[in-house]
């Protein structure tokens, strides 16, 4: 069966800090990847999603990048974080295709101070 | 494009009763359709998806949502909840066309069932 793993659980960052989350699926190949912000536990707000390793599309401009060093790793950075940039941060999967529905990771709480 | 509307914020129902959390969609083609339940401090967990087919899909936990094409709604449905049911429910839509793997969220809906 497949796996999705995120890492910190929580996270408390001072304004101006590095960022870096990471997600890892286990049990399937190939996976599209989705990292999600969530405020307030309301909307999901998709910022990155990866079809393939090296493949990123940035759904929205912002201080933060994402990387896909391996076929079911996904990371997620920052060089300098904002006050803006707190929030449940969440990473998904999907097969490649099909219905392509989505698979969540535990989530990370990032506040930023 | 694809859109997605959750008409309410917020659901109360008494345990034992029906439940209805309401759903419509816009997409260009055919649409896949999904409804996920994330319980706080969670991420979200897939519950049904419409792909086509018989309008009324059954899921986990007692779900079943009722796709609409005319009306294009997604509706989810419980013939009877539970307190453990109180949740935020996110419908989702992606249209079956190509390889557009993205798919569209509504804000979200949240489910109280009382005692």
């Known amino acids: 069966s497949q796996t999705i793993h995120q890492w910190p659980a929580t996270l408390v960052q001072p304004v101006g800090s590095p960022l870096s989350l990471e997600c890892t699926v286990e049990g399937t190949s190939n996976p599209n990847l989705y990292w999600y912000r969530q405020a307030a536990g309301r909307g999901l707000q998709l910022l990155f999603y990866s079809v393939g390793i090296g493949q990123i599309s940035s759904e929205v401009p912002q201080n933060l990048s994402a990387s896909r060093p391996q076929d079911r790793q996904f990371i997620l950075s920052s060089k300098k974080l904002l006050l803006s940039d707190s929030g449940f941060y969440l990473c998904?999967?999907?097969?490649?295709?099909?219905?392509?529905?989505?698979?969540f990771g535990p989530g990370t709480r990032l506040t930023v101070t | 494009a694809q859109s997605v509307a959750q008409p309410e914020d917020q659901v109360n129902v008494a345990e034992g009763n029906p439940l209805t959390v309401k759903c419509t969609y816009s997409v260009s083609g055919n649409p896949y359709l999904f409804w996920y339940v994330q319980y706080p401090n969670r991420g979200l967990q897939f519950l049904l998806k419409y792909i086509t087919g018989d309008n009324l899909v059954k899921g986990s936990y007692g779900f079943e949502a009722e796709f609409n094409k005319s009306q294009t709604s997604f509706h989810l449905k419980k013939p009877s909840a539970l307190v453990s049911d109180s949740a935020l429910y996110f419908c989702?839509?992606?249209?079956?066309?190509?390889?557009?793997?993205?798919?569209?969220f509504g804000d979200g809906t949240t489910l109280t069932v009382k005692p």
């Open positions: 998904a999967w999907s097969a490649w295709r099909g219905s392509r529905e989505q698979y």
């Open positions: 989702a839509v992606r249209e079956n066309r190509g390889n557009a793997g993205k798919s569209t």
